[in-house]
């Protein structure tokens, strides 16, 4: 049954059950998770609200998606725990190549590679900047949280600062940042 | 008689005794509840069965902004649905998150702080 909170021990032991099942079936996969997971992983975040790890790879072999569907089952999860639903989409597609990844974990047939702060970042002022006149209502929050980890709490620090001042070309998201002026 | 049970494993979070709820609590219902009506062509099921009565008035003020912010007012009409159209404003501000990043949308009208 769902759960409220979720922290990395519950995203561990999904991985690790992924992992057992995809070494007896003889597959390797790689992960390169953004979001909540990237989020809690990097310590963005105390804990996870909902159990899903987005990935941005092309789509998994069915025989992959059926193995994840099995630890869902198993550990009463959501179907799309692992899912790759944000690769899709333009603002994330657009700039792969652009993110930087970190390889963590010691899963033997599957490469886990984790987004690393820069990256987080833009793919969060993209969000906002392409989610037009309704963004996703967390995706504010959320990059005011990662500026504010990094120790950015005004628009003036935005602009002068090395890591943030490619905002100022996303003209959505510097108007809310404008708007804000601190946080 | 309360709304809503004590919470077990078993407890979807939207039913769960609030009674001792901070601001990451409540954060991670509206994170859970939005990802249920993002996802709503994979848990239409789920949104089906959703009873607002067994709901604190919180919880029925944080549906109603996520339904309304997007747009999604044809789900006012599933007969379980439709009685959050009466949803009113919080007397008391229900603070997702200090941020305060959403105030001139529907959550701020419903003195919802995200």
Known sequence: ?183 | MLPYTPNDEKTEPYYMDQSDWGINEFYALHRYMHKLISKRDKKIEEIKRLDPDKMSENTKVLLYCIIEYYGLESLFELSNLASLKDCKPLKTPLILDLCNANYDTVYGKMNVIL
Not at chain 1, 63 to 92: F, Q, S
Not at chain 1, 110 to 129: E, F, G, H, Q, T
Not at chain 1, 142 to 165: H, Y
């Open chain 1, 1 to 183: 049954m769902a759960k409220l909170k979720v922290n990395l021990d519950d995203f561990n032991e999904a991985f690790e059950k992924l992992n057992d099942i995809l070494k007896n079936k003889h597959l390797n996969i790689e992960v390169k998770a953004i979001g909540g997971y990237a989020m809690l992983y990097r310590g963005l975040r105390a804990y996870g609200y909902t159990m899903d790890a987005d990935t941005v790879t092309p789509d998994y072999p069915e025989e992959v998606n059926e193995i994840i569907k099995t630890v869902a089952r198993e550990l009463d999860l959501d179907e799309d725990w692992l899912n790759n639903d944000a690769y899709k989409l333009p603002e994330v597609k657009g700039i792969i190549n652009l993110l930087s990844w970190e390889e963590i974990g010691s899963y033997s047939n599957i490469k886990m590679l984790l987004a690393d702060l820069d990256s987080l970042l833009l793919l969060k002022v993209r969000a906002i900047d392409g989610g037009g006149a309704i963004p996703r209502s967390t995706d504010k929050s959320d990059l005011l949280n990662i500026l504010k980890f990094m120790g950015i709490n005004n628009v003036e620090s935005v602009i002068k600062n090395n890591s943030t001042k490619f905002i100022c070309d996303y003209n959505f998201c510097l108007s809310f940042l404008k708007e804000k002026e601190m946080w």
